[in-house]
């Protein structure tokens, strides 16, 4: 009976600038679901944001090609849709094939990884453009055939090892930890047998240990034969725990196992990848790139405090935050049009200073996946109410994690607030491409000389409103006369909001 059934397979997109990876955070789809043109797939974490992928196709979701809380490289298929009107069904055992006799590598069906599209070209997300180059299989060599919807990656190395079952070959298998086994292959690892009693190489009839590719990697790394060690995981795979014990039982004395052992057990390992991973490079990138200089300042903010609570009163700032945040981002932006040399960037490659005359205002906001650093375009052509309804739904998205790639690129100048930690200031470092980064400290009542009345009357200590201002800013642009004047610039307009008339 034929099969009406046309597969297609959905490669993850690069969704932001030149990113190389992304995690899979969460499937809106699942086997045997119909989906529309353009309906999101899945949710995806790159190295910048969270984004959902839409569908390209409409049909029936036949496999899911990873898991949730996988990385996956960007070009990789992630999802096969069946876009005939077949009904739903994994995909069928691939049958061995010989090599073509003359050497050459054997084409990929259509609608296959790399199969040709119409136009003879390859396949890839709407809008992204095809790439110029087809992509192709490895001769297939005369193995037994890979179980249905067996969930492996990318890459070689990705892959289940091979394990020896009984002369029977058409043993079926069973998952253990991952893996795919023969169930002779379980039985020998479930009581704990070595491969290879004499440490030779692990032929096609001899036994491996079972352990992921990663851990395979990782004892590799610091010589440990894996041979050696009983697997602590489901089915006696070998975990990333197992070959700490046995670097630790190496070194160690043995009274100083159970000690070492049981360091392990309390320790957490968090994977560096995503947000978090592309901060700390471009953290590390910008520190040891552009020499850094802070200046401080404390300032009296009780008159800008006494605004805020008038502002946000007035009907035309109903229903939008006014926070001291929005304040100290209208001293920015007023100060930079006076200084706009702050405002710019150091073209390496060109050795050029590029001034701006736009500001791309970078607001810094805390998530649960990590520091990300979306900003607002062209905020110096927007009023104070446009200014304020933007903060909002900028830090509301970005808390959420929707922020689209776009907004996370282009910045110009950054506010970090960490007054809402309650932290009076700090040393921020510059987000990469700019050039001045201002931390904005909490507001505290503290004691204050301060001189009262409109004739400067006596002075005396009264308890006033107080914030403190860290400037960081790049010194091969910015010398220390610019930046001092620009921080006491945007210290004077928060002291003394009426002096925002004279700029």
Known sequence: MTSSATLRQFKLPDVGEGLTEGEILQWLVAVGDTVTVNQPLCEVETAKAAVELPSPYAGTVTELLFEAGTMVDVGTPIITIDTGGGPAAPAAPAAPAAPAASGEEAEPEAGLIGGPAPGGRTSVLVGYGPRT????????????????GADYGPGPGDRPPLLATAPDAGTKPMRHGGLEVGRQA??????????????????????????????RKYAKDLGVDLTTITGSGAGGVITRADVDAAVSGATARPGEMAIAAGGAEREQRIPIKGVRKHTAAAMVASAFTAPHVTEFLTVDVTRMMKLRTRLAARPELAGVKVSPLLFVAKALLLAARRHPMVNSSWDEAAQEIVVKDYVNLGIAAATPRGLVVPNIKDAGRLSLAELAEAIGRLTETARAGKTAPEDMSGGTITITNVGVFGVDTGTPILNPGESAILAFGAVREMPWVHRGGSGGGKAKV?????????LSFDHRIIDGELGSRFLADVGAMLHDPGAALAF
């Open 186 to 215: 379980e039985a020998h690892a479930l009581q704990g047998e070595a491969a290879t009693a004499d440490g030779a190489p692990h032929g096609r009839g001899r036994l491996r240990p079972l352990a992921k590719p990663p851990v």
């Open 133 to 148: 180059t087809e992509a192709r299989r490895r001769p297939r060599r005369a193995e037994p055939a890979e179980p249905a």
């Open 462 to 470: 009264v308890p006033r409103q107080v914030t403190q201002l860290a």
